[in-house]
């Protein structure tokens, strides 16, 4: 795994910065259902799988065309993917809001996403964006300079009751990408998409 790749390309509008990471093996402290947070995909492999330290704050403050807002955070897990060439490429962070708090932190969450897309000037949705996959709703929002920013992509979604995963799909150097224009690209993010809700579906259904 290049550790410098990490470095530089863990960066996103909504999440890195409020994880103060832990490197582990395992999920043993984790209380999180491993439906989200195991899974093998198609091109990738897992590269690193953090668990969100106890000891951090319990809730996020974060910004809303209303103002500052709280989100709780009951616990965490980040997980990332590497692609064929070995770089990360697929960020993914599961988190459990505090028991009472799940419909308040949907709200506020979206809040905030809504206002840093209208902050933005560097995306290519004016509003923040919504599809159905596997019977879930994504939210999300892209880059529209594939050259220069950091994500391209970001989705937002709530499997299960409290539940909130983040998918984040970094830019990388050309030489480590395994696609050669947008349109590939977007393939690829699709199918990992897909085949991460699929598995998430499969799994719950077997709980």
């Known amino acids: 795994m290049n550790k410098k790749l990490i470095n530089k390309y863990r960066i996103s509008a909504f999440l890195f910065a409020y994880f103060s990471i832990i490197s582990i093996g395992s999920l043993?402290?984790?209380?999180?259902?491993?439906?989200?947070?195991?899974?093998?995909?198609?091109?990738?492999l897992l590269a690193k799988r953090d668990i969100r330290p106890a000891s951090s704050k319990?809730?996020?403050?974060l910004p809303t065309l209303k103002g500052t807002v709280k989100v709780s955070v009951d616990e965490g897990v980040r997980i990332i993917y590497n692609n064929r060439n070995q770089?990360?490429?697929v960020n993914?962070?599961?988190?459990?809001?505090?028991a009472g708090n799940s419909n308040k932190d949907k709200e506020n969450l979206l809040a905030h996403l809504k206002y840093l897309i209208?902050?933005?000037?560097g995306l290519k949705e004016k509003s923040l964006a919504s599809s159905t996959i596997g019977g879930y709703t994504l939210y999300h929002y892209s880059s529209n300079d594939f050259n220069k920013s950091y994500i391209?992509?970001?989705y937002v979604f709530f499997p299960e009751e409290g539940i909130t995963v983040y998918v984040d799909f970094h830019n990388l150097p050309p030489?480590?990408?395994?696609?050669?224009?947008?349109?590939?690209y977007q393939d690829q993010r699709d199918r990992f998409i897909k085949e991460y809700i699929s598995h998430i579906r499969s799994c719950l259904s077997t709980k």
């Open 58 to 61: 319990n809730y996020r403050e």
């Open 87 to 89: 770089a990360p490429f």
């Open 92 to 98: 993914i962070k599961i988190e459990r809001s505090i």
């Open 175 to 184: 030489k480590y990408r395994t696609f050669k224009d947008q349109a590939a």
């Open 152 to 154: 391209l992509t970001s």
């Open 28 to 44: 043993a402290q984790s209380h999180l259902n491993p439906c989200f947070t195991n899974g093998e995909y198609t091109g990738y």
């Open 118 to 121: 209208g902050k933005s000037s």
